[in-house]
């Protein structure tokens, strides 16, 4: 068999989640949208569900994989419903919704509901993407308020910035939330803080956090936080040496002949690519583990391959574990090698099984 595989470890996913928490100190969604961030929804889910005060997930086709696989837990549709046709799906299923925009409103105001009904009313702080504008904000919240059968509302919003620790956007984005907020009755649930808000602006913490990337064990923060250095990656992506050469100075190596060699170098070849969700330009330099030591790859990315330096690892040859990221190498220094984020690496994990350790 191919020797690439994830190995997604649900102890420590349990504990990122009970950081988060605790720094929360109120509740914690639990997001899992994306299938999970590439962690596998549905696994994630069963991991955490004794403890999660709830789950974000971006739509209803998400929200019912988690349904179907049994989880009873509240469940958040971060992105709303798309079409007034899906109330219905939301009410059987006891979703939770947000509703950003105005004509959700008027679709609300129409639906004829048989239960009670949770929903967060998302505001437009400054990120500019989805919410109400603070005009529109009051409004729309007394008219949803008027509804008998909206039992709850929690007030929302997003940080567009939180992970640049000196940029005056949260605080700006805080301030206009919180005027928001003063125009609501005392005592409204509020939630505005995604992971970065948590572990580095203490004044976001609210009624919910909502961590996502965290809880992966991963960080975009542009200054040391010791509340990141206490999560631990969930996921481990690892193949192996399935070939060696040994090349003379001046050979290229791989497609486009990205890297020259300098000196006389044994290449290792790894059975991961971009077909994998590496990332195609990662460029030589990005590090990786070889044999529990630190590398390096060299040359071009391939579909399905790609090429690593094993010249100062005599000891390491065909069978050698690559580690690609994962405990020992931080998803976020390896997409930085090619203009990545964590998100975007983590998200985009294909054709490589997944291996759950750590119990359910
Ligand atoms: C994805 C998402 C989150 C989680 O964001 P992270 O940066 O991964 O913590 C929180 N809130 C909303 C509305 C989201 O869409």
């Known amino acids: 068999m191919r020797p690439s595989r994830a190995t997604i470890d649900l102890d420590a996913l349990r504990h990122n989640y009970r950081h988060a928490r605790t720094l929360g100190d109120g509740k914690a969604l639990a997001v899992v949208k994306a299938d999970a961030y590439g962690h596998g929804a549905v696994a994630c889910a069963r991991a955490l569900e004794a403890e999660a005060d709830g789950f974000g997930v971006a739509c209803i086709e998400e929200a019912l994989e988690l349904r179907e696989a049994g989880i009873r837990a509240p469940v958040v549709l971060l992105e709303g419903f798309f079409d007034a046709d899906e109330l219905a799906l939301v009410e059987r299923h006891d979703l939770w919704t947000v509703v950003a925009s105005p004509w959700q409103v008027d679709a609300l105001e129409r639906h004829r509901a048989a239960r009670p009904w949770q929903v967060w009313l998302k505001l437009d702080s400054g990120m500019h993407r989805l919410g109400l504008s603070p005009d529109e904000y009051l409004d729309a919240w ?3 308020r008027a509804l008998s059968w909206i039992e709850g509302m929690v ?3 997003h940080f567009s910035r939180a992970d640049e620790l000196s940029h005056p956007s949260t605080r700006d984005q805080l301030a206009a939330f919180d005027a928001a907020l003063a125009q609501l009755p005392a005592g409204t649930p509020a939630s505005i803080a995604n992971s970065a808000a948590l572990m580095a602006w203490p004044g ?16 975009m923060l542009d200054a040391p936080r010791a509340e990141a250095d206490a999560l631990r990656a969930v996921m481990r992506l690892e193949s192996k040496v399935i070939a060696v050469r040994e090349l003379a100075a001046g050979e290229p190596i791989g497609y486009a002949g990205t890297f020259i060699t300098t000196r006389p ?10 077909a994998d969700g590496y990332p195609q330009y990662a460029t ?3 590090p990786v583990i070889i044999d529990g030591r630190p590398g390096e790859l060299i040359g071009r990315v391939s579909m ?15 069978g050698s574990r690559i ?16 203009g990545n984020s964590p998100y975007r690496l983590l998200t985009g994990l294909k054709r490589v099984p997944r291996r759950y350790i750590g119990g359910g």
């Open 204 to 219: 976001t913490r609210r009624d919910w956090v909502r961590p996502g990337l965290m809880l992966y064990g991963s960080h």
């Open 142 to 144: 007394r008219r949803l």
């Open 155 to 157: 007030a929302m919003s």
């Open 265 to 274: 170098t044994r290449v290792g070849v790894v059975a991961a690519g971009y």
């Open 284 to 286: 030589s330099g990005t």
């Open 304 to 318: 399905d391959m790609l090429t690593v330096d094993l010249t100062d690892h005599p000891a390491a040859g065909l």
């Open 323 to 338: 580690e690609l990221w994962g405990p020992g190498l931080p998803v976020a220094e390896v997409a930085a090698r090619s």
